[in-house]
């Protein structure tokens, strides 16, 4: 099974992924991310501090989803593991979406595009919704912040997010992201546990 934590920039993630590394330690997880769980993700990351072309941009990133899918999520899903990733294609497509625009005519039809035949979707994705001004105030200061991470981006990813979550209700759970960690920690993880007791795959503990 595919579980996918997604959110803007200061929603929370990290910290939400530390904690179920611990609630969930019974059902041995593999925790990864995007980018960064291949060398490709290395090259990502330079890509976004040196802002690159945002088409090149758009095209590392998925440079980096290929292989994530290919040595990380099928190889663990084949074998029947419970796979957690930090992003995925959502974040791809909410960000890029908004990068791309006024580089190309339809950025969503492009994305769809590249990703078709092969990409893997999530089982359950967990949406951290908060409001823009809240994120920033969790970021670093204004000088160090990446190019995702301005304020008028942040607002337009997370219309996307949304609109994601609204297209697809049965995937998506909207997690109120100014909720204490701790009950956040807990509620995702018990649902975690609920869809896949719902499998068969996972006892709860």
């Known amino acids: 099974m595919l579980i996918t934590i997604e959110g803007i920039d200061g929603a929370g993630k990290s910290t939400l992924l530390a904690s179920l590394k611990k609630e969930l330690a019974d059902c041995d997880p593999i925790f990864t991310r995007e980018p960064g769980a291949t060398w490709i993700g290395q090259v990502v990351r330079q890509a976004i501090a040196e802002e690159v072309d945002p088409v090149a941009e758009a095209l590392l990133f998925v440079a980096d989803h290929a292989m994530h899918c290919a ?20 974040s791809r497509f909410a960000y890029q979406q908004v990068t791309l625009r006024g580089h190309l005519q339809d950025p969503r039809r492009w994305l769809a595009a590249l990703h078709e035949g092969w990409s893997i979707r999530p089982d359950l994705t967990f949406l951290l919704v908060l409001p823009v001004h809240r994120a920033l105030e969790r970021l670093d200061g204004e000088n160090t912040r990446e190019h995702f991470e301005r304020e008028e981006v942040l607002t337009e990813v997370q219309a996307e997010y949304l609109a994601r979550a609204g297209a697809e209700p049965s995937r998506f759970i909207l997690v109120d992201a100014e909720e204490e960690r701790g009950v956040i920690a807990s509620f995702v993880a018990e649902e975690i546990r609920r869809v896949c007791e719902l499998r068969g795959r996972y006892p709860r503990s």
């Open 71 to 90: 040595a990380v999520i099928r190889p663990a899903l084949d074998a029947g593991r419970l796979v957690i990733s930090d992003r995925y294609t959502d």
